[in-house]
């Protein structure tokens, strides 16, 4: 079974320690320090809560397949889906109409009659 590039994971190959800030980072999009910041912080702050949940996370997770993106670019499409599916749905859908347009557009070109595109194609003959 492939993995779900839509869960979270454990990104044990940019962790400091558990690979819980890094993981949280990577299914978000928001930069890793940032992560460790507010963890550090809310730990001085809170009540401990945040360490139990710290540790519930890294006992419960999954870590990270290796390879699970290919590039930089798939990975934050993915974070686009996790954050919001209909927007990413529908920046595909336009893309791929872009696409659709631009191709019509060049079979119209190639099959209306061309006749310097033909006396060329005729010369190679």
């Excluded at 599916?85 to 190639?110: C, F, G, N, Q, W």
């Amino acid at each position: 079974m492939a993995a779900s590039r839509t869960r979270f994971y454990l990104d044990k190959q940019n962790a400091k320690w558990l690979g819980v800030c890094s993981g949280i980072a990577d299914y978000t999009g928001v930069d890793v320090t940032w992560v460790r910041v507010g963890t550090v912080l809310g730990t001085i702050l809170g009540s401990g809560f945040l360490v139990i949940a710290y540790l519930v996370i890294a006992w419960i997770a999954e870590p990270k397949p290796i390879g699970l993106y290919t590039d930089k670019e798939e990975a934050e499409f993915w974070q686009g889906v996790r954050q919001s599916p209909t927007r990413t749905a529908r920046d595909v859908r336009s893309k791929m109409r872009d696409i659709d347009r631009r191709l019509a557009d060049a079979e119209t070109h190639y099959t209306s009659r061309n006749t310097r595109l033909a006396d060329e194609i005729d010369s190679l003959k």
